[in-house]
Nanobody, 127 residues
């Protein structure tokens, strides 16, 4: 019954901002690592940001450091990704993902850590 539902995507101007949300249900949010990934056609799914369930540490891809911020609200079972200073290279389908409950991973940006995925939300940054 685990469900992840992304929202907030759309079309945004170069340099603009956008806030993505992931509504979760069916599990305790802090029991698992949680991450945002993105993917464009012909490329590998890329880890954007994540929150570890080992120590709560946060990781960001080098390409988004200083521009994106991940956060979560355990009471509301929601995860957010605030994206600022958006670039055309940020255009992708963005996915919310959660890992195996109570399984600690060393690097929460690794794709192997996740077994539940949302349907994705399209983010398009115009040039």
């Amino acid at each position: 019954q685990v469900q992840l539902v992304e929202s907030g995507g759309g079309l945004v101007q170069n340099g603009g901002s956008m806030r993505l949300s992931c509504a979760t249900s069916g599990f305790t949010l802090d029991s698992t690592a949680i991450a945002w990934f993105r993917q464009v056609p012909g490329k590998k799914r890329e880890g954007v940001s994540c929150i570890s369930n080992s120590d709560g540490s946060i990781l960001y891809a080098d390409s988004v450091k200083g521009r994106f911020t991940i956060s979560k609200d355990n009471a509301k079972n929601t995860v957010h990704l605030q994206m600022n200073s958006l670039k055309p290279d940020d255009t992708a389908i963005y996915y919310c993902a959660t890992g195996v409950p109570f399984t600690v991973v060393k690097n929460c940006l690794d794709l192997y850590a996740y077994d539940h995925w949302g349907q994705g939300t399209q983010v398009t940054v115009s040039s």
